[in-house]
């Protein structure tokens, strides 16, 4: 069983940013971050696979970056430019292998508990 805590959610002003962590209990796996609106589905944001290949939403290319430190067993997102349709719970998910990037919710196995982001204009 994998176990996700994700930290770093907050509240800010449009154009400005946050760094999102999530640490992960075991190492070797896909990992994704995906959003959650109030009263929207959720959806994908970023995703880095088992290989380091990363792909990115169109709605966050440019200007969030998704990253990983093995040696922490640590996910990361960095939010720059943010915008208020950025505001969501922010949730960090993994599964075992990637063939390619999937940005429906239902792939990923495990999920953390999510960390809430708020941007005013």
């Known amino acids: 069983q994998v176990q996700l805590a994700e930290s770093g959610g907050g509240s800010v002003q449009a154009g400005g940013s946050l760094r999102l962590s999530c640490v992960v209990s075991s190492d070797d796996y896909c990992m994704a971050w995906f959003r959650q609106a109030p009263g929207k589905e959720r959806e994908g944001v970023a995703i880095i696979n088992n290989l380091g290949s990363r792909d990115y939403a169109d709605s966050v290319k440019g200007r969030f970056t998704i990253s990983k430190d093995n040696a922490k067993n640590t996910l990361y997102l960095q939010m720059n430019s943010l915008k208020p349709e950025d505001t969501a719970m922010y949730y960090c998910?993994?599964?075992?292998?990637?063939?390619?990037?999937?940005?429906?919710?239902?792939?990923?196995?495990?999920w953390g508990q999510g960390t809430q982001v708020t941007v005013s204009s």
């Open positions: 998910a993994a599964r075992g292998w990637c063939s390619g990037f999937y940005y429906f919710s239902a792939a990923w196995d495990y």
